[in-house]
């Protein structure tokens, strides 16, 4: 069993940086690929972007390559998502999620992913 909590979401100004972080128990993190989903109100839960097991592959969604990173940190158990240039657009609850994996495929869609945390609320002021 996989827990996952997301930390660091608030309140930004268009144009700013912002960086949310994903923690996991357990001792099996570095076999789970990571992925940054975000959901906003009324709306369907969208990919961002997703990172293999070693952080040596990534995938982002057209709307945010360019402007977000996604790393992870293995020996502390941590996945991040760095935001720059934030738009209004980018409001949303964002929550990551795990598959444990052993292929280089970066799923995106939620379906494929079978842990998630509770989500952090990210709000972009225009």
């Known amino acids: 069993q996989v827990q996952l909590v997301e930390s660091g979401g608030g309140l930004v100004q268009a144009g700013g940086s912002l960086r949310v972080s994903c923690a996991s128990s357990g001792r099996t993190f570095s076999s789970y690929m990571m992925g940054w989903f975000r959901q906003a109100p009324g709306k369907e839960r969208d990919f961002v972007a997703a990172?293999?097991?070693?952080?040596?592959?990534?995938r982002y969604s057209d709307s945010v390559k360019g402007r977000f990173t996604i790393s992870r940190d293995n020996a502390k158990n941590t996945v991040y998502l760095q935001m720059n240039s934030l738009k209004a657009e980018d409001t949303a609850v964002y929550h990551c999620a795990a598959r444990p994996s052993y292929r280089s495929t970066l799923y995106n869609t939620p379906g494929d992913y079978n842990y998630w945390g509770q989500g952090t609320q990210v709000t972009v002021s225009s």
């Open positions: 990172i293999s097991t070693t952080g040596g592959s990534t």
